[in-house]
């Protein structure tokens, strides 16, 4: 049974970075062929797909985000993470890892992260 686990600051200020990372359990990052997301849901809004790394460390973003996001990872750990730049009020959101790309199968529980001064 893979399990996933969101972990990081619950509060940033503006302009910051907001850094997130995903612990991974029950099965390796680096396996042929899963891909590893993270994805945010605003207070009463969608789900957003912010961007993945791939098995074999490549990485993939979304257009709209692409610009302020960064996702690494560290195989010796099993975890991978997120890098969000000069972050607003409007990255206020809960934030997913997940296993998958365009359908996910397995997922973190979340953790909510606040942008407020």
């Known amino acids: 049974q893979v399990q996933l686990q969101e972990s990081g600051p619950g509060l940033v200020k503006p302009s910051q970075t907001l850094s997130l990372t995903c612990t991974v359990s029950?099965?390796?990052?680096?396996?042929?062929?899963?891909?590893w997301s993270w994805i945010r849901q605003p207070p009463g809004k969608g789900l957003e797909w912010m961007g993945a790394i791939d098995y074999s460390g490549s990485t993939y973003y979304s257009p709209s985000l692409k610009s302020r996001t960064s996702i690494s990872r560290d195989t010796s750990k099993n975890q991978f993470t997120l890098q969000l730049s000069s972050v607003t009020a409007e990255d206020t959101a809960v934030y997913y890892c997940a296993r998958g790309w365009d359908g996910m199968d397995y997922w973190g529980k979340g953790t909510l992260v606040t942008v407020s001064s």
């Open positions: 029950g099965g390796s990052i680096t396996t042929d062929y899963y891909y």
